[in-house]
Nanobody
Framework: VQLQASGGGSVQAGDSLTLTCTAF????????IGWFRQAPGKEREFVSS????????YYADAVKGRFTISRDNSRKTVWLRMNNLKVDDTAVYYC???????????????????????WGRGTLVTVSS
């Protein structure tokens, strides 16, 4: 599945931003969709994911309580609402798709980029103090 991420920008700490991930195939609804981010000089890390039906959102500890993931299969779109942004949230954000099961992702020691097979181009989020 082809994915396209958008919505990045430059904001101040404490501001909000919503990222959008859009697919181009009808098979979008069969995938778990996740968001990852990669800060300069760091490895790509898991941020959040949502099941095919839009249930059971899963968040990394660093964003829990501040970020919200949601999904609309009729629009082939997943959103990542980011509130109370921090300087440490500065990164390129990527959306990705996987056919791995929810149970696999939740029981894995860590969700890694290798668990996701399809990737969109990233969108840059810059948070300044």
């Amino acid at each position: 599945v082809q994915l396209q991420a958008s919505g990045g920008g430059s904001v101040q700490a404490g501001d909000s931003l919503t990222l959008t991930c859009t697919a181009f195939e009808q098979t979008f609804s069969t995938y778990i969709i996740g968001w990852f981010r990669q800060a300069p000089g760091k490895e790509r890390e898991f941020v959040s994911s949502v099941t095919q039906g839009g249930f059971s959102p899963y968040y990394a500890d660093a964003v829990k309580g501040r970020f919200t993931i949601s999904r609309d299969n009729s629009r082939k779109t997943v959103w990542l609402r980011m509130n109370n942004l921090k300087v440490d949230d500065t990164a390129v954000y990527y959306c990705a798709a996987t056919l791995k099961t929810w149970t696999y992702l939740r029981t894995a020691t860590a969700v890694t980029p290798a668990d996701f097979s399809s990737w969109g181009r990233g969108t840059l989020v810059t948070v300044s103090s």
